[in-house]
């Protein structure tokens, strides 16, 4: 989506509308990352024991910290972190839960 907007070529594929900013790579990138964050917690808080797709969720996790990091100036996403924030933690009640549970029964 972001090349056919670079290059000013009509995409010919049916996708659904693009949300986000296009027009800036690294802001695309952040909010790719952002979007598939929140859907993989979506999933891990369905499958409690997926342990492959919990250290996805932890390297888009970590990519998206380095992004922040190198952030040189202010930019502008299409982003609601209060909803992203809330679906995260959301995901990680499960994992919380348990490790009280482990940490009062020694």
């Known amino acids: 989506m972001f090349a056919c907007t670079f290059y ?23 909010e790719s990352l952002v979007s598939c964050s929140a ?7 369905k499958m409690r024991e997926a342990s492959i797709l919990r250290e996805v ?7 998206l910290n380095e992004m922040v990091i190198r ?7 299409a982003w609601r972190p209060a909803e992203w924030l809330q679906i995260l933690l959301q995901s990680m009640d ?13």
């Open 94 to 106: 499960y994992g919380v839960c348990l490790a009280f549970s482990h940490s009062g029964s020694s």
């Open 8 to 30: 000013g070529i009509q995409d010919t594929l049916s996708t659904p509308p693009a949300e986000g900013t296009f027009t800036i790579p690294q802001a695309s990138i952040f």
């Open 71 to 77: 952030l040189a100036a202010p930019v502008n996403l």
């Open 57 to 63: 969720f932890g390297g888009m996790l970590g990519f």
């Open 39 to 45: 859907k993989c917690a979506q999933e891990l808080e």
